[in-house]
């Protein structure tokens, strides 16, 4: 059975630094892309960042470039987003996804439960 | 302001037909396959339909969905009231590189 399972999530001031953990289980793991996927409170889902399998591509949305770092550690079938110079409108849940192929293009086919971040001071 | 857009809101009665539509452009809808994705009340979302109108393994031949140009649509028939939900479009971008989503349609069963 696919599972992820993401940790890390946090209040953190603005300005500061998080990072979130996906534990990932039922697939291989370096084999598929794997993405980060945010909804604030209130409002739709939003893309953030996205990185593929094996050659390890990494892909983000203009308003995280340059902040976000997205990496995985197939070793410990970990994916992982690290979020430095946070903003209050980085406040959101945050999911980890699964693509179906080794594409970040591909669909999404799992998702995690999400993890919530706040930037607030 | 998201780069497919979808109607906020729409309903229906139980058992009747409703329709949600995606539009987009020739850099995201235009090329590339549309998914749609389910999101209960509380709950992370859930694959609903991929390559524009196939459905996942589990997935209720009641939803299906269609491509035409730049544009999208997911149809629910027989509509029942656990199908209250956030319903998402999504499409690669080969101009922005990276996955773009619709702002969502909330379904309400009345």
């Known amino acids: 059975e696919v599972q992820v399972l993401e940790s890390g999530g946090g209040l953190v001031q603005p300005g500061g630094s998080l990072r979130l953990s996906c534990a990932a289980s039922?697939?291989?793991?370096?084999?598929?892309?794997m993405n980060w996927v945010r909804q604030a409170p209130g409002k739709g889902l939003e893309w953030v960042s996205g990185?593929?399998?094996?050659?390890?591509?990494?892909y983000y949305t203009d308003s995280v470039r340059g902040r976000f770092t997205i990496s995985r550690d197939s070793s410990k079938n970990t994916l992982y987003l690290q979020m430095n110079s946070l903003r209050v409108e980085d406040t959101a849940v945050y999911y980890c996804?699964?693509?179906?192929?080794?594409?970040?293009?591909?669909?999404?086919?799992?998702w995690g439960q999400g993890t919530l971040v706040t930037v607030s001071s | 302001q998201s780069v497919l857009t979808q109607p906020p809101s729409a309903s229906g009665t139980p058992g009747q037909r409703v329709t949600v539509s995606c539009s987009g452009s020739?850099?995201?809808?235009?090329?590339?396959?549309v998914n749609w994705y389910q999101q209960l009340p509380g709950t992370a979302p859930k694959l609903l339909i991929y390559?524009?109108?196939q459905r996942p393994s589990g997935v209720s031949d009641r939803f299906s969905g269609s491509k035409s140009g730049t544009s999208a649509s997911l149809a629910i028939s027989g509509l029942q009231s656990e199908d209250e939900a956030d319903y998402y479009c999504?499409?690669?971008?080969?101009?922005?590189?990276?996955?773009?989503f619709g702002g969502g349609t909330k379904l309400t069963v009345l």
């Open positions: 020739s850099s995201n809808i235009g090329t590339n396959t």
């Open positions: 999504a499409a690669w971008d080969d101009s922005l590189n990276g996955v773009v």
């Open positions: 996804a699964k693509s179906h192929y080794y594409d970040v293009s591909a669909y999404v086919d799992y």
């Open positions: 039922g697939f291989a793991f370096s084999t598929y892309a």
């Open positions: 390559s524009n109108n």
């Open positions: 990185i593929s399998g094996s050659s390890g591509n990494t």
